[in-house]
Structure formats: C-alpha cells, structure tokens
C-alpha cells in the first residue's frame, strides 16, 4: 500500500512539472517564423556551395586516372553487361580485391547518367556530401550543455577571471558563419584529403561515408539516451531495438562492410568500445545499444552477398579477399607500399592542411587525461572527446599495419575536423585563457597557451607551401607517361597563381594576428584554401589530364576504329586499366618484353594475322621491330599505336 501511494505521488509530481514546462513553452515568445526559416535557408546554401565546390565542380570533366580508378569503373561496366552482380570482373578476370557495393553504386549511375566520368565519380561525390551534411547536424545537436551551465552558473566570478573584452565576446551575437555547424561543414569537406577521394571513384570514400556516418550516428544515439533518460521517457529502454540514431549506426555498419570489408565494423567497434570504457559506462551503452539486435541487422545485410560470391567462387574468394587483401595487407606489405612508423603523421599534416596546425592545440584542449571531469560531463559535451578517440583508434591502427597508404587514415580526416572546429569554436567566442589566472586551475575546455605559437606556425607553414608551389616543377619530371609535364605545368602560370595565392593568406594571416583579430584568421585560411581550389588546383588537374591521360583516351579511339574482327590488343611495356574502359574490349598487358614475343611465339590458331600493339617508341625497338615492319595508325604524348604481323616475331 505504502508503495502504490509513493507511486501516485511520484506520478503526481511528473505531471505538474509537464503542466509547468507546457505553460512556460506557452508564455515563451516565439521567433517570427521568417527568422526560424532565414537561418535554414542559409545553412542550406552553405552546405551546397561547399558541396559544389568540393565535390561536384567539375567532376566528370577530367578522365579515368590510372591505376585505380578505371579498375573499379570497368568491374561495374562488365557488372551491367554481364548481368552478374556477384562477382566483380576486370578484363575478363576476377576482381576480389573489394566488395561490390561501390561497383552496385557504379552500375546504377551508369544506368541513369550513362557509361562516363561523371558516373563513375558521383557515389564517392555523394558520399563525401552525406558525410558533410550529418556532420553539420550533429555539430548543430551538439550544444555542450555541461559546460554552458557551469559558466552561467559562475555569476559573477567569471568576470574575475576573464577580461572584459572577453565577457564583451561571448554576449555579442556572432555571424551565421562562425558558428560551429558551419565551421565544421566547412572544415569536413574543404581539405586536401577528402577533396581527393570524394572526387575519386574508388572505395576509399564510400567507407568514410559509411562508417564516419555511422559513428555520427552512434554519437547522436548516444546523446538521445541522455535526453530520453532526463524526460524520463521509458519505452526504448522496454524495447527489444536500439533508438532510431542506433539503428542508423548498425544499418551504415552493414554498408561499410559491403564497402571495404571486416575494416568496416573491427576499427567503429575499437573506437566506441575504447570510448565507453574510458568513461567507463560501457555495460551501459552495450544494454542501451542492443548489441544482439544490432548484430541481425547487420547479418542481415551484408552476409547475403558474402555467402553468394564464395559460393559461386569457393576458396579462390576466401584466400585472396579476406587472406591476401585484408590480413596480409595488416601483417605484411603487399605491392610494395612499405612507409616508417611516422609515415601517417606526414599524410595528416599535409591531407589535413591547413587545419592540420591546429591539431595538436585541439588535442590538447580536451584534457583527455582528466578523466573525472570528463565521467561527470553530460553526454551532449562528450563530442571532442570522443572525436579523439574516434581519430586516436584510427591513427593508431593503421599505424601498427605494415602495408601503408594514405587513404587508409581518411577516416580519421572527420575527427580532426571536428576537434578542429571544437577548438576554433572557444577561439570565436573569446575563450582564450588569460595569462594573468596565475593560481585558478585550468578548465578541461580551456585553450592552451601555445596558441600564439600556432598561429604564427600558420602563417611559416603557408609560405613553406607557397615555396613548395613555386618550385614543385623540378620534382614532376619522374612519370614516363608525360614527360612534358614539367614544361606545361610551369608554361600554365598556375604555379605562379597558387603560390601567390598562400603568400597572400600568409600575410593576410600575419596581419589579423597583428591586430589580434584571431577569429578571422579562419576565414583567411578557408577563402585562401578555396581560392587556391578554383584557381589553381582544378585547372591543375585539366593539365595533367591532358599529358596523362588524354593522349590514352584517343589511343583508345583510334584502336576501337582501326581494330579488325578477331585481332588482339596487346599493351607492352606498362599497365593502363583505363584502355580497357574506354575501349570496353579486352586487353591484354604485359610488363617484360621477353614474355610478348613468347606470348605471340607460342599462340595456338590465332583469330587474326595481325595484332594491335600498344607501348612508348623504345619498346618497340626493344622488340626487334623496325619501322617497315609494322603500320604506324598513331602516336600521342609518350606512346604510338601499330598494326604488327604476326610473323614479324618470327
């Protein structure tokens, strides 16, 4: 009896303070609904300047880039051709390296755009947006609560230990675009690191769509628990299935391993894990996250296709994707992509430039050895702590991988951002730690003292850059397939263009930093970045299509109109996947000289009398040929195009 009457009172007190929020929601002025609508709007066009800046500017306008790229194009053309989704193949030969959802993503481009560039490009475009977008939303939901609450509830006391300037800034209403959705939309996308890959149609992008989007999701359900537990909300506790945000995590997991494999769902689960036992609410989130649900969703999924493809090709799949392609390429080095221990932090610096400078500053803001305070945070300002985690577990597991590249650590590239703009964040609102807090302990959100040490590092890192642009022709001289491309990128004037353009944010830069107008140096640093972009990167890229590929592109023409029925194409010397593509006939390559005169030599009723032969001029020499025994059909940049009898091998 004692209990049912606590019970009715404890229900009694819930309902008057619902009647009580209600009547205050109610006596609330409301916002006119044009300024709710002005700032959706205008974060809307922000994320589509971003997103066409980046991503789709341009997209389809350049060709295929061998090696990777028209490998991965090509699987998904023969997809659409053959009808066979479950086995990728390239030039009439299994492809295991990845799994098909990037060639899946291809093929209905292809579909809807045709057999082109843009295809080819536009899931990794799209992804990259995704990412972007679902960053700017859970930096908009991340409000940092916590830490708001302790500064309001302060008073007074926070005028002692903050000048007034200060005090001044974090009462001013700031511009839209220095708030923190937009800082860090900006810094996600405008990168050198995910420009590259979201404008790449390979695999690399669609894994860091999938599983960065997933740990975002996982952090949104991770603070919608909080605010289902203060409302005192029960039913998802009750039920059998994680909340809706969870449940984004394990359907982005299940994609993310369609995507590039067991990586998909082994480097998330060492972040959160790691996450939950550093804040040591991990038997909490794994009854919150209804692990065994999870796991049916993404069985469910992604299981299918793997039982399906080592079906139809038994153990020859299981050896090379899962032996060579995922556990060697983490024990050993495979295709010689070998790089020291302090390999990654190179790529960081300079795939994250030039918010890479900020790092190590952002890093050190979260205070992640003050474990105690961080357990006693409201999960909604947990964010920075766990984008550490979340770029800590990354770095530190491909770093301990012996076969390196610099995709591999794209993932962490969203982490950083959002340190970065974590950082940034305090740096707008006036945050700076005061020198004169001689005995006040510092706040695990404060700003380190070596910031005035950045910025100036800032501004010596853009002009060694700018150097670097200045004088990068004399270091382009190492591809055979242009040799010209020195002279040409030098005779374009955009090197002039893009080391002017860093000298003049370098500058730029130092004169905020004189007149410490802090807040504007990130303004400097992303129009300097865009500017360079437009300016200089992307006409960049059309020059070194024009001595790279292009001259393949109408090789591959030319062939496709001079090839007789039954004659071979046969590719001496190098490996240009791209042939293959814009041919769509099969090739065949071969790097030694020796082993296509015994190739020719030994074959057995050939088709034709003739073969079409491939290769730069020295080759051909190297085969014995001399000019009046071959026809000469044509010669672009570094290679020559011929019609070769077969007995001129013999």
């Given amino acids: 009896m004692r209990a049912k009457i606590l019970n009715l009172k404890s229900q009694e007190v819930s309902v008057k303070e619902v009647i009580k929020n209600l009547s205050e929601f ?87 755009l045709g057999v082109n560039e843009w295809a080819v490009r536009l899931p990794s475009a799209l992804c990259a947006i995704g990412l972007t977008c679902l960053g700017f939303y859970t930096l908009s939901k991340s409000k940092e609560e916590g830490t708001r609450k302790e500064e309001e509830g302060r008073g007074n006391e926070e005028g002692k230990f903050f000048p007034t300037q200060n005090s001044q800034l974090k009462t001013r209403r700031l511009p839209l675009f220095f708030s923190t959705p937009w800082i860090g939309a900006a810094l996600i996308a405008l990168n050198p690191q995910t420009i590259a890959w979201g404008r790449t149609g390979v695999s690399d992008m669609l894994l860091v769509g999938c599983m960065c989007s997933a740990l975002l999701a996982f952090f949104l359900g991770y603070t919608l ?22 449940l984004t995590f394990y359907v982005l997991i299940a994609l993310a391993i369609l995507a590039k494999g067991p990586v998909g769902i082994v480097v998330p689960a060492l972040i959160v894990g790691s996450f939950g036992l550093y804040l040591g609410n991990f038997r909490q989130l794994w009854r919150e996250m209804r692990p065994v649900s999870g796991i049916l969703i993404i069985l469910a999924i992604a299981l299918p296709w793997y039982i399906l493809v080592i079906l139809a090709n038994g153990q020859t799949y299981i050896d090379s994707f899962f032996g060579y392609h995922n556990f060697q390429r983490f024990t050993g080095v495979v295709n010689k992509h070998s790089a020291p221990w302090y390999f990654y932090f190179f790529v960081v610096l300079v795939g994250f430039a030039p918010w890479s400078i900020y790092l190590p500053v952002a890093i050190a803001r979260t205070r992640f050895w003050q474990r105690s ?37 794209l993932p962490l590239i969203p982490a950083a951002a959002i340190l970065v703009t974590l950082l940034w964040r305090d740096i707008i609102a006036g945050n700076e730690p005061d020198n004169r807090r001689i005995k006040l302990e510092k706040k695990p959100n404060s700003l380190p003292r070596g910031l005035l040490a950045t910025y100036i590092f800032n501004v010596v890192f853009l002009l060694i850059i700018a150097g670097a642009t200045f004088y990068c022709y004399n270091w382009l001289g190492d591809d055979p397939a242009m040799p010209n491309f020195p002279q040409a990128i030098q005779q374009s004037g955009l090197l002039i263009v893009g080391g002017t353009i860093w000298i003049t944010t370098a500058v730029a830069i130092a004169l905020l930093l004189g007149k410490r107008q802090q807040r504007w140096i990130l303004v ?47 590719m001496v010397g190098f490996w240009k996947p791209s042939l293959v593509f814009y041919t769509q006939e099969p090739v065949t390559y071969y790097r030694a000289v020796t082993k296509v005169i015994d190739y020719i030599k030994e074959s057995k009723n050939p088709t034709s009398p003739s073969i079409l032969l491939l290769g730069y001029p020295e080759k051909f020499v190297q085969l014995g040929l001399q000019p009046n025994q ?21």
Avoid: H
């Fill in 373 to 409: 305070y961080w357990r006693r945070q409201p999960r909604s300002a947990q964010l920075g702590l766990f984008a550490l985690f979340w770029f800590g577990c990354i770095f530190g597991f491909f770093t301990i991988a012996v076969t390196k590249l610099p995709s591999y650590v």
């Fill in 630 to 650: 071959y026809q000469l059909l044509d010669s672009r940049g570094a290679y020559q195009l011929a019609r070769v009898p077969r007995t001129a091998f013999r």
């Fill in 26 to 112: 109610r006596n609330r002025p409301s916002a006119k609904p044009s300024k709710r609508l002005a700032p959706l709007l205008l974060s809307i066009l922000w994320l589509c300047a971003i997103a066409s800046v980046a991503f789709l500017w341009n997209l389809g306008n350049i060709g295929l880039v061998d090696e990777t790229e028209p490998l991965f194009a090509e699987a998904a053309r023969q997809m659409t051709v053959t009808g066979d989704f479950i086995t990728p193949y390239f030039n009439g030969e299994t492809r295991f390296d990845k799994p098909p959802l990037i060639y899946w993503l291809m093929a209905v481009a292809y579909r809807t």
């Fill in 225 to 246: 628990e909080e605010q289902r537990e203060k409302a005192e909300f029960s039913p998802v506790s009750a039920s059998r299935f994680p909340n809706k945000w969870y």
């Fill in 524 to 570: 400097a640093n992303l129009i300097g970045l865009v500017a360079f972009i437009i300016f200089g990167l992307t006409p960049a890229y059309k020059v070194v299509d024009i001595n790279r590929q292009l001259p393949l592109r109408q090789l591959a023409q030319v062939a496709v109109q001079q090839k007789l029925p039954g004659e071979e194409f046969i």
